[in-house]
């Protein structure tokens, strides 16, 4: 800590994927052969009709400040992308779009936490759920989960931590970092208990919506006893392999949307043009154009699974969504590899990285410690190499 810094940023955690991923970079440097399997980047590259909007918003001049809260063309695509996608209905002034979902949920935290309101956080979730609800003054209240319950939450463990001081909830489906997929069965169990609390917040975080292997999506938004409090946060970056293009947005009650307008009119105001005009011709088209990425991410979950199947000491699940698989290695625990004691999942997987090459992330930043969260969105090739790595590093 540097007594020079704020309290809130010597208070913050650095983000663990981020930091794996420098640290990844760091060995990199000097000379060693790392496969990253740590960051949540598709590896894919951007569809060419996507592109080819973004050149001609170029050649067309698109250089001026944007709208703080997006273009109307683009917030209206957002709202047939709304409906076709989700069945959910949304006037203009409901949609913000943000420099991508990240800053949509630090918005959100901003405009709706006061001191010592209390945030339910379903673990493991997304390791930035938690920071940015500290810095707007919340309490992250983890709510656990394990492996044998595919890492979703019931009704009863929802309804055991809701207190007076409950104030939001924010959750994944698909889940960054399981995978788990909530059913709309599940969903509606869950509401069941929300709609007894009428002044706690959902926070439906579906950037992985179109990673789905189920088929079918669910948003807590569709029911009507919680359309009214229910935030669906989206984006470009997963489905369509724009991550670097920064492009975000949520659907939510008016009231809301207007206080995040607000809000992102004093820190950075409207996204980049460029990038809010192609993600106009992103979401315009129907997404079958991009169930090529989602059939090989299918593709490499079978693969990951099947070579983690021949290591003693992982334990997996099915996940149904995103690109991760999310093992409980705890068996590890106490055990010393090749001189190295592990304690516990951040040496696991600072192991990994120093011995197999291969960088993961600790589950400890997801909320879940018995785990660590392996990124699949990587060639098969690699995927290949990575787990046979691992494999030899823990004989």
Known sequence: MNPKLSNRINAMATSATLAMAAK???????????????????????????????????????????????????????????????????????????????????????????????????????VSYSDISKLAGGVPVEIPTSINSDFKITPESLEAAITPKTKMMIYSSPCNPSGSVYSIEELRALADVLVNYPDII???????????????HASMATFEDMKNRTVVVNGVSKAYSMTGWRIGYIGAPEWIARACNKMQGQITSGANCIAQRATITALENSPSKIQFMVDAFKKRRTLILD????????????PQGAFYVFPDISYYFGKTLNGTIIHNASD???????????????????????????SYAASEENIVDALQRIKVALV
């Not at 926070?203 to 079918?216: K, L, P």
Request: glycine share 6%; charged share 20%.
């Open 202 to 216: 959902v926070i439906s975080d579906e950037i992985y919506e179109h990673i789905n292997f189920t088929e079918i």
């Open 348 to 374: 696991f997987s600072l192991y990994l990285l120093e011995k197999a090459h291969v960088a993961t992330v600790t589950g400890e930043a997801f909320g879940d410690p018995n785990c660590i969260r392996i």
């Open 24 to 126: 990844a970079r760091e060995l990199k440097n000097e000379g060693k052969d790392i496969i990253g399997l740590s960051l949540g980047e598709p590896d894919f590259n951007v569809p060419e009709f996507v592109k080819e909007a973004a050149i001609k918003a170029v050649n067309e001049n698109y250089h001026s400040y944007t709208p703080v809260d997006g273009y109307a063309d683009l917030k209206q695509a957002i709202i047939t992308k709304f409906k076709r996608d989700n069945h959910l209905t949304y006037t203009p002034n409901q949609i913000v779009v943000s420099t991508g979902a990240k800053q949509s949920l630090a918005n959100l935290a901003m405009v709706l936490l006061n001191e010592g309101d209390e945030v339910l956080l379903p673990a493991p979730y997304w």
């Open 307 to 318: 070579l983690l199947a021949e290591i003693p000491g992982f334990k997996t699940n099915i």
